[in-house]
């Protein structure tokens, strides 16, 4: 079942969400072994993953073999796939150059790495 939810949630969910609330677990955890949970900060975090999870329905198939789960297909009515999007042909959603800008600027902390270390 876990590894299904987390199939739909692959593509329901943006990506920095996901991350924050993986994040976030550690913390929820603890509280729960501590045995707050009815304090304002598990109600704080309870509200937020509620709010991941409005849009995670849909459905996902399994492949089950020796212990194994392999997701084979997955699909929801709130995925953020959408196939006229995930083209690097030009269209008027996508702009090639657009580009080019983010990866200058994410290389940027790679280059002068690389000239410090000269």
Do not use: C
Not at 4 to 29: G, Q
Not at 56 to 79: D, F, H, M, Q
Not at 104 to 111: G, I, K, S, T, V
Request: proline fraction near 3%; glycine fraction near 4%; hydrophobic fraction near 40%.
């Amino acid at each position: 079942m876990w590894a299904a939810h987390r199939a739909v949630e692959s593509i329901t969910m943006d990506r920095e969400v996901m991350l924050l609330r993986d994040s976030l677990i550690p913390k929820f955890a603890q509280l729960i072994y501590y045995g707050f949970w009815y304090s304002p900060e598990m109600e704080t975090l309870r509200t937020m993953i509620d709010k991941t999870q409005e849009n995670v329905t849909g459905t996902a198939r399994l492949k089950l073999y020796k212990g194994n789960v392999t997701i084979v297909g997955r699909k929801s009515p709130y995925s953020l796939y959408r196939e006229d999007f995930a083209t690097f042909e030009k269209s008027e959603v996508y702009n090639q150059m657009d580009a080019t800008g983010f990866i200058r600027l994410n290389a940027l902390r790679l280059r002068i790495r690389s000239l410090t270390n000269k």
